[in-house]
């Protein structure tokens, strides 16, 4: 090592505020010497573990710097002997009652974070924040958008054609044309309404040109129109509210982490995406509505197991999706003896492909029609009861809630198992446009995603835990969206977010192979 690299090191140490002995710079060097493609990395790697020793000085000497140095070294050595080692550091999956719960406050413009503990069963004014929460966060979305965002002089409104958002109470007595936002319901058979935080006003959609998307009882729009004599608003043209780029929104909330993976700093995440770059070889496998009762599917399953215990490098993660039974788990189920031995065999089949049972992970995620205490969302994971014959031959399988979250080094994943096409189509409260698109999958991306909300349907038709709706929340937008959903198998990139369905694998056989790497989709079947 030269005399520069010897500056260097000291110079970072330093920097962190510690000072090094000859004998123990000897040792960082020596470090340093396994790693000469990476040194950066590698010192920056070794001052985040020391950092993490409780340390009696900050003058290092031999022995503090070599027993992190040591553990180092055989971590490395580790990877080198089973690369899967190192997928599972990079891996982290976040169940959705462990989410943060943030907040955004109009007043002082910035989120904050929900202290104490949030009850499953919230009062009524929990179901209130719920659409204030909901309608606060797109009102500060689109403040900060250049059509939307109120100039510092009314001049550059109009040099620039810019729109400003009006609250609907300010529409009494103006007849020129606004923009207004608001939730859209239907108070009155073939009625619509508008709602805000100020007041509510009846519209009339019936020579309006609407976007893509699914306009559903609860989903907050954007409409342009006039006011009419009668007091209804005659809407012109609606819409979602526009989408932000998630580097814009990434720099309001200034360090605050909605995802729940955990905030990371500048240098972090840069690091982690240089690793990322790096992990091609790693791979997601994706299949939803595994019914364990069906031979047929089994047989499929093990016939896929087969495929990828036999590749050179086997995939990192193997995501199952409920329903794990062909017939709903509810009231008048009471096979779930043999369903818990099901997941036995199950267990049985994984350990019987050793490199997939040590080198890869299994994630199970339930369905709709799944066991649980209801069909409220977010669901929690699979009861312990059925899958632990499981887990004794699968020991690093994990279950999780409905939705959850995978944060993969910089990567920020949302799994999501519902029917909500269908849902959706059901409760549209008029048709969706043609002019963009007619696929539907297409509309239903667009609606979640302008939404930020996985599930933007009326309580009433899909129930969700007041005090929960954030887990539900697509803000920031993540990097990619798994719907796993009973319709066909389709995959949609929509302003850089990659969203696919696997499919349903007992009806189709069909599946999701997916690289995280480069946000690659392989749509498969067999």
Partial sequence: MGAGTRKKVQRRFKIRGYTLKVDSLEEVLSFLSHFEDAEDEALDLLLDEIEKESLKSSILDKDSVHRVVSLLLEADA????????????????????????????????????????LPIHGDASAKAALYRNRYQLLLQRISRHQHFSKPAFDMEMMESGGCEISPVQSLIGHMGRKWIMGVISQLEDGHFYLEDLTASVEVNLSNAKITSGFFVENT???????????????????????????????????????????????????RLAELEKKAV?????????????????????????????????????FVLMGNFCSHPCNLAFHSFSSLRLLFGKLGEMIAAHPRLKEQSRFLFIPGPDDVGPSTVLPRCALPKYLTEELQKHVPNAIFTSNPCRIKFYTQEIIIFRQDLLYRMRRSCLIPPSTEETSDLFEHLVATITHQSHLCPL??????????????????????????????????????GITCFSPGSFSNDSTFVAYRPCTQEVELSAL
Wanted: charged share 20%.
């Fill in 281 to 317: 070889n790693d791979m997601f496998v994706i299949l939803s509505d595994v019914w364990l009762d069906n031979g047929e599917t089994m047989k499929n399953l093990a016939t896929v197991l087969d495929g990828y215990e036999n590749v050179e490098v086997v995939p990192s993660l």
């Fill in 78 to 117: 580790a990877v080198e002997v089973n690369p899967s080692t190192s997928n599972r550091s990079a891996l982290r999956i976040i169940d959705a009652f462990v989410i943060p719960k943030f907040c955004y406050d109009p007043i002082k413009k910035i989120f904050y974070e929900h202290a104490g503990k």
């Fill in 458 to 495: 009326p309580v009433t038709v899909q129930p969700i835990i007041w005090n929960y709706d954030h887990c539900l929340q697509l803000y920031p937008a993540p990097h990619t969206i798994v719907l796993g959903d009973s319709s066909e198998q389709k995959a949609f990139k929509y302003t």
């Fill in 220 to 270: 907050i729009i954007v409409a342009e129109g006039v006011m009419v004599p009668e007091g209804i608003f005659q809407v012109n043209t609606c819409g979602f509210p526009p989408l932000e780029d998630r580097d814009v929104s990434l720099s309001s909330l200034v360090g605050l982490d909605l995802f729940g993976g955990g905030a990371l700093s500048a240098e972090e995440t840069l």
